[in-house]
Nanobody
Framework: QVQLVESGGGLVQNGGSLRLSCAAS????????MGWFRQAPGKEREFVASIDWSGGSTDYGNSVKGRFTVSRHDAKNTMYLQMNSLKPEDTAVYYC?????????????????WGQGTQVTVSS
């Protein structure tokens, strides 16, 4: 069992930056694909980014490509999401997730473990 805890969310102005962290405990996430998703009020959970088991491959949702960067530090059992050029439409609860897989994954149903989420609010 893997427990995931997100941190780093908050209120930021349009055009600002935030870095989210996802800390794993209970079991190492080494060898697992990891992902970030977000969910705004009244909307479905949306794919943001994925990073494979090695950290060598990444994938991004179209709405964040070029602005967000996902990375992982397995020795610290932590994954990060650097978010730059934030927009009001990025406002959502951000969730990290772990999949019992090694390749990139984009879909909610492909992930096995989820954190509780951290709120990101971008003011205009």
């Amino acid at each position: 069992q893997v427990q995931l805890v997100e941190s780093g969310g908050g209120l930021v102005q349009n055009g600002g930056s935030l870095r989210l962290s996802c800390a794993a405990s209970g079991r190492s996430f080494t060898g697992h694909t990891m992902g970030w998703f977000r969910q705004a009020p009244g909307k479905e959970r949306e794919f943001v980014a994925s990073i494979d088991w090695s950290g060598g491959s990444t994938d991004y949702g179209n709405s964040v490509k070029g602005r967000f960067t996902v990375s992982r530090h397995d020795a610290k059992n932590t994954m990060y999401l650097q978010m730059n050029s934030l927009k009001p439409e990025d406002t959502a609860v951000y969730y990290c997730a772990a999949a019992q897989a090694m390749a990139l994954r984009r879909h909610v149903y492909e992930y096995d473990y989820w954190g509780q989420g951290t709120q990101v609010t971008v003011s205009s």
